[in-house]
């Protein structure tokens, strides 16, 4: 009975379910190449696509075995994004001069990664949203345009999010 106990006991720990986050991989195995087009835009931040799918693309290849590329004719799967809006307003004022002295960025986007050959959609996020914020100088001759370090870091942060949301099917 000892024994019986013990080998039902070690048959429910050893099918508990867990793996190690960052391992798994649920898209199906036919998919071996991403495109990744550039996003369309429809708010008037200069880059910000190019920006976006550039910090994805870097992402896919450092952190997968896909191949990547831009055309979405030769690839198996196709990620596709938006840019839906671009919103960037003071969040803090300098006590002195009454000047802004920190920005939040949000930038919205609609991202879909469809199977190429069957239209199945493997991943989609009708709106998904990202912030950054970043301090402006108070001192206008030591003025440095922060702005473009900020969305770069916001690009960065998406793409991690989005690859892991890709591979963990979140």
């Known amino acids: 009975m000892r024994l019986v106990g013990a080998i039902v006991l070690l ?3 050893a099918s508990c379910g867990y793996h190690v986050s960052g391992k798994a991989n649920l898209l199906p195995k036919s998919v071996q190449t991403i495109a990744i087009p550039a996003f369309t835009n429809i708010t008037a931040r200069y880059k910000l696509p190019e920006r976006l799918a550039g910090s994805l693309t870097r992402e896919f290849i450092s952190r997968t075995r896909y191949h990547i ?3 979405p004719t030769t690839a198996d799967a ?3 994004g938006s840019v839906l809006r ?3 307003y003071v969040t803090t004022f300098d006590p002195v001069t009454n000047r802004g002295s920190s920005v939040q ?5 609609k991202l ?3 199977e190429r050959v069957t239209g199945k959609v493997l991943f989609e996020r009708p709106s998904m949203e990202v912030r950054e914020r970043y301090e402006i100088a108070t001192d206008q001759r030591a003025y440095l345009e922060e702005s473009d370090a900020a969305v770069d870091r ?4 998406l793409a991690r999010t989005v ?4 591979l963990e099917a979140w």
Not at 105 to 109: A, D, E, G, M, Q
Not at 154 to 157: E, I, K
Not at 163 to 166: E, H
Request: aromatic letters at 4%; proline letters at 0%.
């Open 11 to 13: 048959l429910v720990n």
């Open 69 to 71: 590329t831009a055309d």
């Open 78 to 80: 196709v990620l596709r």
């Open 86 to 88: 671009y919103d960037s």
């Open 105 to 109: 960025v949000n930038v919205t986007l």
């Open 112 to 114: 879909t990664l469809v």
């Open 154 to 157: 916001m690009s960065r942060d």
């Open 163 to 166: 690859v892991s949301a890709v």
